[in-house]
């Protein structure tokens, strides 16, 4: 029985392929995709307890797809964590000025990482 269900939302395919090894290996379900413009419709299908949202996307910045949890009510109760390589202090600000719960730094470190996510899931 898995942990619980994690969304990854990262238009890099490495970054997604790693994010759900190790999450996975961790005991989580994970679903993931490319698209940010496809995160509504996931979440209301999937129903994930946390999402990983990469601000630095191309066909809609990170930063456009939280404007989307003001047209959703079901996006509202979602928790939402940015997953960036962007300076801690960019980081930050956006997480001052969104509805997201907070970020978690882009980094190598599997075990930090898995660590991170299992401290938003606990609040």
Known sequence: ??????????????????????????????VTTESPLRMPQLVQREKPDLVLLDIEMPALSGEHVLDFTTLFD??????????????????????ERSPAMGYIKK????????????????Q
Not at 8 to 30: F, M, N, P, Q, T
Not at 107 to 122: I, R, S, W
Request: aromatic share 6%.
């Open 1 to 30: 029985m898995a942990k619980g269900k994690i969304m990854v939302i990262d238009d890099d395919a490495k970054a997604l392929s790693v994010a759900k090894r190790l999450l996975e290996a961790a005991g989580y379900e994970v």
């Open 74 to 95: 079901f996006l509202r109760q979602t928790r939402i964590v940015l997953h960036s390589s962007k300076s801690e202090e960019e980081l930050q600000s956006l997480v």
């Open 107 to 122: 980094t190598g470190n599997g075990l930090t990482f898995v660590a991170q996510v299992e401290k938003f899931l606990a």
